[in-house]
C-alpha cells in the first residue's frame, strides 16, 4: 500500500497564512519573533526593503492584530517601536510548523 | 546550516548589529581602568559601585546619541534569567578549579600568596566568559580575540612576582583595560565612517 504521508504535509500547504505567504512580511515578522521590539530605521535596514514597502506591510501585519505600535522614550529620544503580540507569535508559529512539515514531505 | 537553523541566524545578526558599534568594548575598559585603580586597595571600593551605577545608562545613552540614529533601534529579547544564573555559576566554579588545579599542579595550593598572585588568571578566566558569551550572541570575531587575550593574559601575568597587593591583578587589569578600549575604540571610528546617520530615525520615520 502506498505512504500517503507526504501527500498529508502538502495538503497543510492549503492551512498556510496567505498574509504571512508573503517574502516581505514573512522577513517583518521573523525579524519581530526574534526581537521585543525594533524600529522603522532597524526594520527598515534589516529587511532591504524600500519605505514605502515597508510601511504598508507593517501597516497590513498591524490591521491584522499581528504587530502593534508603541511610542516611547529612550533617553528623552521619541521611538515608534514595532513588537510582535500573542497572536502574531502563534500565527508565525503555525505558518513555520506548516511550511516545515511540508518541505519535509517533498524531502530533498 | 538546515533550514530551522534560520531565526537563530536572524537573531545572531540583530546581535551583531547592535554589537558592532564596539562601545560595550568601551564600557568594559573603562570598568578595567577601575578594577586596575581599585584592586586590593580598600579606599578605591567605592568606584566599582560608581561603575556600576554609571556605565549602563552611560552606555544607552551614548547608544542613543551615535548608533540608534545610524541602524535603527531594538530592543533585544531578555534572557531566561534561570538559565544565565546556571550558565554563570558553572563558569565561576570551572574557573576556580582550573587555577586551584594550576596552583596544585605547581604545589602551591595552600599557599596564600600565590593565589593572590593567581588573581589575574582567575579574573582573565571569568572576564573571559563574559566576552566569548557576548562574541557566542554576536558572532563578533574581535570579541573572540578579547575573550582569549583576557585567559591568556591572565594566565600570564599570574608569573612575574610584581610588589604590592594584587599587582599582578592590577597590571593584568590596565593590560586589558587598554586593549578594550582600543579595540573598541577603533570599532566605534569605524562604525562611525562607515554608517552615517540616516534620515528615518525619529518617530515619524514611516
Redesign the interface.
Known amino acids: 500500500m502506498p505512504n500517503d504521508a507526504p501527500l498529508d504535509g502538502l495538503q497543510r500547504l492549503s492551512e498556510l497564512d496567505r498574509l504571512l505567504h508573503e517574502p516581505a512580511r514573512l522577513q517583518i515578522i521573523?525579524?519581530l519573533?526574534?526581537?521585543?521590539?525594533?524600529?522603522?530605521?532597524?526594520?527598515?535596514?534589516?529587511t532591504g526593503l524600500t519605505?514605502g514597502n515597508?510601511?504598508s506591510h507593517?501597516r497590513k501585519l498591524e490591521e491584522a492584530g499581528y504587530v502593534e505600535v508603541e511610542?516611547k522614550f529612550?533617553?528623552r529620544?521619541?521611538?515608534?517601536?514595532y513588537s510582535l503580540t500573542p497572536r502574531g507569535r502563534e500565527a508565525f508559529t503555525a505558518y513555520r510548523e506548516t511550511i516545515?512539515e511540508a518541505?519535509d514531505a517533498l524531502g530533498e | 546550516m538546515t533550514r530551522r537553523d534560520g531565526l537563530e541566524r536572524i537573531r545572531r545578526e540583530a546581535h551583531h548589529e547592535l554589537h558592532r558599534d564596539g562601545l560595550t568594548e568601551i564600557a568594559a575598559g573603562v570598568f578595567l581602568f577601575i578594577v586596575a585603580l581599585a584592586a586590593g586597595r580598600p579606599a578605591f571600593y567605592w568606584t566599582y559601585l560608581v561603575g556600576l551605577v554609571v556605565l549602563g545608562p552611560g552606555l544607552r545613552r551614548l547608544r542613543t546619541r551615535y548608533t540608534y540614529p545610524r541602524i535603527g533601534f531594538a530592543e533585544l529579547p531578555s534572557e531566561d534569567r534561570r538559565r544565565l544564573g546556571r550558565g554563570m555559576a558553572i563558569w565561576v566554579v570551572g574557573a576556580f578549579l582550573v587555577v586551584a588545579a594550576g596552583l596544585a599542579f605547581l604545589g602551591a595550593f595552600t599557599d596564600h600568596l600565590a593565589w593572590r598572585r593567581a588573581a589575574p588568571a582567575l579574573a582573565g578566566i571569568l572576564f573571559g566568559g563574559g566576552f566569548l558569551y557576548l562574541a557566542q550572541q554576536s558572532g563578533l570575531k574581535r570579541v573572540y580575540a578579547l575573550a582569549m587575550a583576557s585567559a591568556v593574559t591572565g594566565g600570564l601575568l599570574a608569573w612575574p612576582r610584581i610588589e604590592g597587593a594584587y599587582a599582578n591583578l592590577r597590571v593584568w587589569a590596565l593590560v586589558m583595560a587598554l586593549l578594550c578600549l582600543a579595540v573598541g575604540g577603533l570599532a566605534f571610528r569605524r562604525f562611525l565612517r562607515e554608517t552615517p546617520i540616516s534620515k528615518e530615525w525619529g518617530p515619524d520615520a514611516e
Do not use: C, G, Y
Open positions: 521573523a525579524h519573533f526574534v526581537l521585543e521590539s525594533a524600529d522603522f530605521l532597524f526594520l527598515l535596514r534589516r519605505k515597508l510601511s507593517v511610542k529612550v533617553e529620544h521619541p521611538v515608534t517601536a516545515l518541505l
